[in-house]
């Protein structure tokens, strides 16, 4: 590699070109991209391999506007086809001219299209070309205009890139040439301008766009014809000494080239001493243009072989990293499924739902129970209020004898009625809780595509005992303890009464009877409003004890139903446990078999991107030598 000329051969296999490619290749071959992506990289890997056949040699021409581009270019391909009238001082599509039997026109389209026009000679192709460059509105649309010319100099392997002027008011004028610089240009001939030596447009153009090629760069200076010839030589100097201090380097390499005098000599003309001069220095430079050129050419290309190669390398790491993330997504929601298997699971929310059901239940109980003891206060206080109600002691004889058990049975059942809407509560309680827990199985075994499952919602409402009459005998003894002298005969007829309601209906008939029997001996009784009023105080805690035992009876079984709620919340989640063991662990062994599976996809990636990063260090390496080489003449 320290030898000015390289051997194509030689330097390819330092570069391993063909390796690159081929990993390039096997990498492409062995994903299942998206069709655009696949098109992308396919794309990029046609460019390598239509490069590395490519034998000519892309020189692009750099300037600023008004620097003499096109007739810096109709000077080296020997042929007056860029006319200044024509291309009206600009160019707004990277135009390219090539080799051709004939003369022809390829517009290559942003879309991808091409469209190819010949045309029968010099002319038409010149007028053909002003068509196409220097029209925005079609200049736009174009990624490329190749220009076919049957020229000698073209036909040695030169093909020549024209570009937009650097210093353009257009942001995507700069971005054409930008385009031209990556994916086309293998060297570049930046030209400067004498009578304006390298203003600052031109300086930031190159220090941005070109610092890292300028060992593929060689700067020519135009219009030198224009200034004072004892002022020549200093200018060359002067720009030669601007360009290595500004761009930090010795071997910047700069040609004086008069392009007008080199035109003029294709026809046979006379010559004054001092255009001689010039036109001998211009084609000595031109001499010299070429033969850097032959001496770079192997170089550049094999670079720019490298920069597409590294390009593509970072395009196929940028998208197996895109395919990483999704594997390591994947990844997450695998191990997110199985934190916990089903057993543990179904433990934790059989606590959970359990504990949630009894805190809720609490909530409600104290205002439920005291409900049914408020209802048999009701109860007492209804019996009492009709006891009072009685306007005579016939009235009230009869009501005891005939409908106070009748009424007593019906608050009472009045009473268990109530449980109907108070049990729904615990009910509704039970079954949110279920939901709970069918919501958290969903949530967490959602990667299973598990079914939902029905919970066994129907369990009967505990039945609480049956009207209990008996419960109101007491009445008996609280009369008969509270039976007075003054009263006898009135206390000897209740307790005859109540002798004969014990023989007939014991318990409640018991306290009816002394009641009935208590109006037998009524004649010797105080007033009707003073028998009220001692019954009322004689048969209040009898029957207070009698309906608080109903409500006791609902308290049980409230507590009762609870607890049965509380077992069947247990029994629901077994069985959702029983019903979907077998399945979840089988998920479970499919998902570890399968974050396997990915993990070991995840490696190749890995793997993959490791082998792309050793390549591009291959890559930054052998380029690095290339662009340390010294130009030289």
Sequence with gaps: MENDYLSLSNLKEIAEIDSHIKTARSLINKYQWPKDVHIELEKKLSRIIDKEKDKSLNLSVIGEFTTGKSTFINAIIRNNLLVSSIM??????????????????????????????????????????????????????????????????????????????????????????????????????????????????????????????????????????????NERHMMMTYIQKKLESF????????????????????????????????????????????????????????????????????????????????????LIILENSRQIDLTTFVSNQKKKCTNSFISSVQKIKSSTIDTFYVKADEATNRIIGIILSKTTLDDLSNYINNDIISDCELLAQDILNSQKSILCKPQNLFLKS?????????????????????FNTTSKVPTPQAVNTANLSVVKNY???????????????????????????????????????????????????????????????????????????LERTFNDYIKTLETQIVIEINRYETQYKKDVEKKIKEQLMKKTEVQKRINGLDSDCQEIEIRRKKLNDISNKITSLKNDI
């Design 88 to 229: 009206q001082g600009t160019t707004l599509a990277n135009t390219i001219i090539d080799f051709c039997p004939s003369f022809a026109i390829c517009l290559h389209h942003i879309n991808g299209k091409k469209a190819v026009k010949e045309f029968p000679n010099i002319d038409e192709l010149k007028k053909g070309i002003a068509g196409v460059t220097t029209k925005e509105s079609i200049a736009k649309v174009l990624k490329a205009v190749r220009i076919g010319l049957p020229s000698s100099n073209l036909h040695s392997g030169i093909r020549i890139i024209d570009t937009p002027g650097t210093n353009a008011t257009e942001k995507w004028h700069e971005e054409v040439t930008k385009n031209a610089l990556r994916n086309i240009s293998d060297l570049s001939i930046v030209l400067v301008d004498a009578t304006k030596p390298l203003p600052e447009t031109l300086l930031d153009f190159i220090e941005t766009h070109l610092k890292g090629v300028l060992h593929q760069c060689a700067f020519v200076v135009t219009k030198l014809d224009l200034i004072a010839k």
């Design 247 to 330: 761009l930090d380097r010795d071997d910047i390499v700069v040609f004086p080239y008069i392009a007008p005098l080199v035109i003029n000599s294709f026809a046979p003309s006379t010559f004054e001493m001092e255009d001689k001069e010039l036109l001998d220095l211009s084609l000595k430079s031109e001499k010299g243009i070429i033969e850097y050129m032959g001496r770079q050419k192997i170089k550049a290309q094999t670079q720019k072989l490298l920069f597409f190669l590294n390009d593509l390398f970072i395009l196929i790491s940028e998208k197996i990293e895109a395919i990483r993330v999704d594997y390591n997504n994947e």
């Design 434 to 454: 279920l939901k709970l827990f069918q919501k958290d199985f969903e949530n967490h075994f959602k990667d299973f595509s598990i079914l939902k499952v029905t």
């Design 479 to 553: 009369v008969s303890e509270q039976l007075s002298s003054e009263n006898k005969a009135f206390g000897v007829g209740a307790i005859g009464g109540a002798a004969l309601g014990t023989a007939i209906c014991p318990g409640i008939g018991t306290a009816i009877g002394f009641l009935a029997g208590m109006f037998a001996g009524s004649q010797m009784a105080p007033d009707t409003e003073t028998v009220k009023k001692g019954l009322v105080e004689k048969i209040r805690t009898p029957l207070t004890s009698y309906f608080n035992s109903i409500a006791g009876d």
